[in-house]
Structures are given as structure tokens and as C-alpha cells.
């Protein structure tokens, strides 16, 4: 029996537990949701985002960096892989390496990522601590599609998170999390059951 929704194909990067990904898996179960996790990536062996994605049924591969030449080779070969799997979608869930031009090119409209900040303000790997430096009371997180820079792609959605004045690093970037998890599988669904459109810096979603 076909399916009332078209269901569009997502493969996943990641590099440590995988709670994003987890929770793009089970938002896929519902058939109404328009998208599932067909394959899983990851930069090492041996993490939780892997076993979440061996418990759901969903194919894996592992490509470490150490294991080429140089980084472009590192990065064809990334991108081969992911082109096995026919995405609709690539999402970066807490992928550590940067992709390189052949990632880009294959996939450069099609890949998102998710920052603990209001971009453009605090990129880098210490969004949360930075931003808490410098005693700002609203940050949030970003969905942004990647570009060749550092956290500088067009922007897809953004969600604000207070910060409290007793807040440290750590509980910050819990409650940035919990707003980032639900605006990724929210954005994620809109994308591919509405589609997109890039022009220059903006994101249109019919």
C-alpha cells in the first residue's frame, strides 16, 4: 500500500553519543513525518551514535581520518559513501571533522548542521562558554545549511534559550540542547515535506 507521505532519505554524520540522531530515528518511526535515517556515518569507531543506529536496523560505516593519505582523500572517500545511500538530506548530528571541497560539492545545498548559538555571533567548538564570557542574556541555537567556512552557512531556523544569571557552562548547554534537538527534528520535517530553496544567504521554505 503506498504511503501518503513521500518519504525522503536522510543519511546522519556523527562523532560521539548521538542523541540528535536518536531523536531524528524516532521522529522517522512516524510514516507522517516524511523522512527516516537510512544510513549513519561516523569519523570512529566505537561510540554510542553507532550502537543507537545498529539498534534501529540502520546501516553504518565508519571513515576515520587517520586511515588516508591526506585529508581530500579522507574526504572523497566520506563523500563516496554517503553517495551510496541516495540522501535527500545529509545531517550533521555532532560530526567533529570538517568536510572538505568533494563533500561540499556533492552535497554543499543539502547538508545540514546544528550550532549552540545564535549564529553569527560565538562560532567555533565553545559557543556556550563564549557567549556566557561575554554576559549576553539570550543565546540559542542555529540549523544551518554548510558552507566552506566555520559555522558561516545560510540559516534555516534559529531558537532562542535564556540565560539565567546562576547558569555555568554545563547546564546552559543542557537547556541549548533540549531547544536545539526539538528544532532540528522540527526543521528537518518542514524541509523535506515543503522543500527548500538557497539564495545567496537565505533559506525560503514554501
Known sequence: MPESVPVARIVVLVSGSGSNLQ????????????????????????????????????????????????????????????????????????????????????????????????????????????ALAYGVKVTGATLFFVDAGTDT????????????DDDDEQTLTERIKEAERRQLVEQVGRLVREGWTITGRKVTVP
Open 23 to 130: 531523536a531524528l530515528l524516532d521522529a522517522g518511526a512516524d510514516p507522517g513525518y516524511g523522512a527516516r535515517v537510512v544510513a549513519v556515518g561516523a569519523d570512529r569507531d566505537g561510540i554510542a551514535g553507532l550502537d543507537r543506529a545498529a539498534a534501529a536496523g540502520v546501516s553504518t560505516f565508519v571513515e576515520r581520518v587517520k586511515d588516508y593519505p591526506t585529508r581530500s582523500d579522507w574526504d572523497a572517500a566520506l563523500t563516496a559513501r554517503v553517495t551510496e545511500h541516495t540522501p535527500d538530506l545529509v545531517v550533521s548530528a555532532g560530526f567533529l571533522k570538517l568536510v572538505g571541497p568533494h563533500f561540499l560539492a556533492a552535497f554543499g545545498d543539502r547538508y545540514l548542521n546544528t550550532h549552540n548559538t545564535l549564529l553569527p555571533a560565538f562560532p567555533g567548538i565553545h559557543g556556550p562558554r563564549d
Open 153 to 164: 552557512g545560510p540559516i534555516v531556523a534559529q531558537v532562542t534559550v535564556p540565560v539565567w
